[in-house]
């Protein structure tokens, strides 16, 4: 399985203070930070953009940006993350018809290329060809559009099948994830944590952050 990382949801943070809460972070041990951007037509919620990931990448120098994009046109937005520093594009199956080629595009701004599905999708929606493109595979265990909601547990048997399926991609799960959950995900074969409430509402985020890793790598 690869390696164990673990990505704070700025989500969580206070938006305020975005880059100082991001260096808080990577202080703390995180190696990437998860950038959750909301258009209000995939998800009815919106969040940030372009513009508020390039202050962060410009005030957090060399900072990793999985960039978990809940958009309706995942085509439209590649230039523009990939201008604003971005470094992982992330994109919902639901939300394109030409998976592989969107990859592809991705792939030629030098970014690394996600592929997420949401708890009602299947599996099998990440079809042999998009998984060999993709390098990181994320189920969500919440419906996306907001953070602080409870873990959807249905959802880990998904994990395992693309595990078995994809030994060495980045498997990454999204939503309700903390001290509690994690277990499950990583014995299902996950590698990529995020957690945002579980983080940044702790009174020692770092102590969360390497409690996150142990049980990843146990
Ligand atoms: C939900 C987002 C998640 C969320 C995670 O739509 O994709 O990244 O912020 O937050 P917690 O860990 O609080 O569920
Ligand atoms: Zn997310």
Redesign the pocket.
Known sequence: MPRPIIAP?V??SDFGQLSAECKRMIKGGAEWL?M?VMDGHF?PNITMGPPVLSCISKGVPGIFMDC?M?VAQPEKWVDDIADAGGSLYCFHIEATSDAVSLIRAIHERKMKAGVAISPDTSSTAITDDIGAAADMLLV?T?Y??????KFIERCVPKVAELRARFPDKDIEV????GPKTVGVCAQAGSNVI?????VFGAPSPEDVIAELKASVAA
């Open positions: 949801s989500l969580a998860h959750d998800v978990h809940m969500m919440v996306p559009g907001r953070g602080g909601q999204d939503g309700g994830v995020v957690a945002g409430t579980a």
